[in-house]
């Protein structure tokens, strides 16, 4: 299965910052997926970014609050814009390998 | 559209006990199913999945049976372990790419 690596693996922000995740995979992928997941919670889509094209956000969710780059088919960075407590939360990057996907180790944030 | 519904939580379970962790499903076609496990402070993992109708997904003494007719996969271990203790996931993949995961249930083993 493709490796994923995530980081920072953790961070503590300031309200009214901004920080931005990297995503990187040992492989070559079209598809790459980003998921939140806040405490206590489930996981929940926030978009889906493919290299070349815009990626495609989630209902609730907005490319203003959460920035996404996918420069090549190894690497995407999400961002987390003008960040309050609410957006404490593990926030994961997945890659699809056949019918099943793969899941990084996540980014544990906490806003004060 | 395609939703998971799993069993709620906590369970808690002595060593040794029997684990079932119901998970149903709603979805259009043939969706394949999977259960993933989140032990405390990490990712997700993959632990089985099932791609069709009565296909058992297993691995580390976990199994679940794609059940069509009642549309679940309920995950099952014989005798479950300390380290068992973990957050588990329910989720099925339709015609998208896109995962649709239950609500998770925390299991935790006391010795």
């Known amino acids: 299965s493709a490796v994923i690596s995530q980081k920072p693996s953790r961070d503590i922000c300031q309200r009214g910052t901004s920080l931005t995740i990297q995503c990187q995979v040992d492989s070559q992928v079209t598809m790459m997926f980003w998921y939140r997941q806040q405490p206590g919670q489930s996981l929940t889509l926030i978009a889906t970014?493919?290299?070349?094209?815009?990626?495609?956000?989630e209902s609730g969710f907005v490319i203003d609050k959460f920035p996404i780059s996918r420069p090549n088919l190894t690497f995407s960075t999400l961002t987390v814009s003008n960040m309050s407590p609410e957006d404490s939360s593990i926030y994961l990057c997945?890659?699809?390998?056949?019918?099943?996907?793969?899941f990084g180790p996540g980014t544990r944030l906490t806003v004060l | 559209g395609n939703s998971v519904t799993q069993m709620e939580g906590p369970v808690t379970l002595s060593e040794e006990a029997f684990l079932t962790i119901n998970c149903t499903y709603t979805a259009t076609g043939y969706p394949s199913l999977f259960w993933y496990v989140q032990y405390p402070g990490e990712g997700l993992q993959l632990l089985l999945k099932?791609?069709?109708?009565?296909d058992k997904g297993s691995n580390k003494g976990f199994e679940a049976t794609y059940r069509k007719e009642t549309t679940s996969f309920h995950l099952e271990k014989g005798s479950v372990q300390v380290s068992d203790s973990a957050v588990y996931f329910c989720?099925?993949?339709?015609?998208?790419?896109?995962?649709?995961f239950g609500k998770g249930t925390k299991l935790t083993v006391n010795p």
């Open positions: 970014a493919n290299q070349g094209s815009e990626a495609t956000y």
């Open positions: 997945s890659v699809p390998e056949g019918d099943t996907q793969y």
């Open positions: 989720a099925l993949k339709g015609g998208s790419e896109k995962l649709v």
């Open positions: 099932a791609t069709k109708a009565d």
